[in-house]
């Protein structure tokens, strides 16, 4: 079985016609878009979840910047 690679898909890619590059640009955007939202929502349920069982506790926005200051 042939592998896939990143070069042979640029390359492939690179034979394609304009138009046909920039929808697949585009495509390939709204899926990275996509994935994003879907990790975002999952992290989202997730913390939600953790703070209704109390795993999580209520923090001022205050503490939660000192503290993500500190971490630099």
Do not use: C
């Not at 070069?7 to 920039?22: I, K, M, N, Q, Y």
């Amino acid at each position: 079985m042939n592998a896939i690679t990143l070069d042979r898909v640029l390359t492939d890619a690179g034979h394609l016609p304009s138009d046909e590059r920039e929808i697949l640009e585009d495509l390939l955007r709204q899926r990275r878009i996509e994935a994003w939202r879907m990790e975002t929502a999952t992290e989202a349920k997730n913390a939600a979840a953790a703070f209704r069982s109390g795993r999580l506790k209520a923090q001022s926005a205050e503490s939660v910047i000192t503290r993500l200051r500190a971490a630099k």
